[in-house]
């Protein structure tokens, strides 16, 4: 009984509170208890919170709640399709026992199977932009009931890379919707762009934009781009956890991952790059400890919910200093205690000073220890980051000499001229 009454007072229906009971959801994290009963009230909300913090169920339960007393469909869309499929598995933990069915649409997966399940009339949808659009092109989903309407990680989807999807979808949802977003960093020109989409909204913080996990310490190296290796073979030495490892680009990525594995340890990732079901494998292995390090792209940065990360490694820094709290995020969370080390080249000194303005501390700069000898197997350090074309196949994106090889990189010589000339 007195796991029920931490939840009392929020106003929360009585057969939603037995069921996060039998879920074991003892006590409301403060997101949650300040979000959930300005939601249920059905206010438009800008949810601020660190990383970790249960923002899922904090829209999830008024969601819920709302599509249970027959008010229309919840949609929610998020960044990414890791993050969509996270978010799926926790709803369905209450929807599922309270009979709600629910729906991912998310690119990587098969079409067919998609519209299986919108065919079931599920009353929740999760979704990433890019394929909820081609369903609403091929006229498989109709978003006219939707009565709930959230942006999880909201930053990132009214910046400009998201912005042009969401100018195609807003438009659609009913006006009398309830809109609410979260999110872990919320700057102040996406506060102004968002007020566009709310009506009167309720700003719940519990921490300032920008906060970092409170059990997560910081350390930070400047280090020589072609010493990166080394130490972070140096790294992998002194801590015998699991370790997630960020880079800036799918190929750096690539790289890193296969370095770690020629250092004799097991190592999967995730980015662009990956199919769907190698991006799962993944991120499955890295949980259950088939893969002790994963090396990923930002997509991980919110798309991740393993607890006992030991280290988040910054091979890279993030482009955005709001990446950095995302990232960081990864580690320390329920109460467990973490560890952040980030790698800056000593030209990044002002990206550094963006990070430590944000996060409004002092990133502790350590000396780089000994390191071991040369890596005995050839690996080519990573350059200087570069932004290659998108496409599928990455090797034509690079410039090559002429008549260069595409897999080896040799020169060869112009072939010989056979047979008559033409006309």
């Known amino acids: ?39 249920i009230e059905g206010k438009d909300l800008i949810g601020i919170a660190q990383t970790g913090t249960g923002k899922t169920l904090a829209f999830g339960i008024p969601l819920i709640q709302r599509v249970l007393h027959g008010n229309g469909i919840g949609l929610v869309i998020a960044p990414t399709r890791e993050l969509a499929l996270q978010i799926d598995e926790t709803l369905r933990k209450l929807a599922t026992t309270l009979g709600l069915r629910t729906a991912v649409l998310i690119g990587g997966e098969s079409m067919y199977g998609q519209i299986k399940d ?23 989903v109709s978003l006219q009931k939707v009565s709930v309407f959230v942006l999880d990680e909201a930053d990132r989807m009214l910046d400009m890379g998201f912005a042009p999807q969401l100018k195609r979808i807003l438009p659609i ?35 300032r934009s920008g906060t ?10 400047f280090v020589m781009q072609d010493e990166k290796p080394r130490l972070l073979e140096k790294v992998l030495q002194e801590y015998r ?27 999967a990732e995730i980015h662009g790059n990956r199919s769907l079901a190698q991006r799962k494998d993944a991120l499955q292995g890295f949980k259950t400890g088939k893969y002790r390090v994963l090396a990923a792209t930002d997509i991980a940065a919110r798309g991740i919910d393993v607890t006992n990360i030991e280290l988040v490694l910054n091979y890279d820094l993030p482009e955005n200093a709001e990446d950095y709290v995302h990232r960081i995020g990864r580690t320390a969370r329920a109460g467990v205690k973490g560890h952040a080390i980030s790698f800056a080249r000593p030209n990044q000194r002002g990206d550094v000073r963006a990070i430590e303005h944000l996060i409004r501390a002092e990133l502790p700069v350590s000396k780089i220890p000994t390191l071991p000898p040369p890596i005995p197997f050839k690996f080519k350090a990573e350059a200087p980051e570069r932004n290659y074309s998108s496409s599928r196949n990455s090797r034509t994106s690079r410039p090559r000499t002429p008549y260069q090889s595409r897999r080896f990189g040799e020169r060869r010589p112009r072939p010989a001229f056979r047979g008559r000339k033409p006309l």
Not at 2 to 26: C, H, M, R, S, W
Not at 213 to 221: A, G, H, N, P, R
Request: aromatic share 6%; charged share 20%; proline share 7%.
């Open 1 to 39: 009984m007195e796991t029920q009454k931490d939840f009392y007072g929020l106003g929360i229906a009585p057969g939603i509170l037995q069921v996060l009971a039998k879920l074991n959801f003892k006590t409301p994290t403060p997101i949650q208890e300040q979000s959930i009963p300005v939601a």
């Open 118 to 140: 919108i065919r079931r009339n599920p009353q929740v949808i999760i979704a990433t932009p890019g394929r909820l659009i081609d369903h609403l092109e091929q006229k498989n």
């Open 173 to 207: 949802l009913p006006r009398g919707k309830q809109t609410m977003l979260f999110s872990a960093t919320m700057p102040d020109q996406i506060v102004d762009i968002a007020r566009t989409y709310l009506k009167l909204p309720v700003r719940v913080e519990i921490a």
């Open 212 to 221: 970092t996990v409170k059990d997560v310490t910081q350390e930070l190296f």
């Open 241 to 267: 956890g699991s370790v997630l490892v960020f880079s800036r680009t799918k190929h750096s990525a690539k790289r890193i991952a296969g370095l770690i594995r020629a250092l004799g340890h097991t190592s």
